[in-house]
């Protein structure tokens, strides 16, 4: 499947927010399972929504580096407070009033099954980063 592919479909699932794309043109195709990928890049748009609140601006990179492709997600919210980069992806952790806080969980299991690594740090500017790095498989000789 192609990353760049799925991120325009989930995107248009968002008409009125601010998701600025600056997608890679030549990404190889990657073996994901596009359900799960789709539920990674839905919760950490809503959650950067949620966090950013009214005037939201969320941008999603794609990009390669060292044999992996890279996906960004950034918002302009408030940010995770650095001593909480770990912990916020342990189940049942959440700074929201409501939800049960699996989401990030969930998100890094996915992310985990496709061999991949995801981590989160301060935006530019401001704001919360989600770095996902998923493997290109060796080619088949």
């Known amino acids: 499947r192609n990353l760049n592919t799925l991120i325009e479909d ?38 950067g929504i949620d966090a950013a609140g009214p005037g ?18 950034r918002d ?8 909480q980069w770990q912990s916020i992806f342990q189940p049942y952790i959440s700074s ?15 992310i985990e099954d496709h061999r991949g690594h995801i981590s989160v740090c301060d935006a530019p500017g401001g704001g919360a980063q989600f770095d996902i790095c998923l493997p290109i498989p060796d080619p088949v000789l």
Do not use: W
């Open 10 to 47: 989930v995107v248009r699932l968002y008409p009125d927010a601010q998701i600025h794309r600056h997608l890679h043109p030549d990404l190889p195709t990657l073996p994901i399972d596009a359900e799960q990928i789709r539920r990674v890049l839905i919760n950490l748009i809503e959650n």
């Open 56 to 73: 939201a601006q969320i941008t999603i990179l794609t990009q390669f580096l060292e044999g992996d492709v890279c996906l960004v997600i």
């Open 76 to 83: 302009n919210g408030p940010g995770v407070p650095q001593a």
């Open 96 to 110: 929201k009033d409501s939800g049960m806080g699996l989401g990030l969980a969930v998100v890094r299991s996915i």
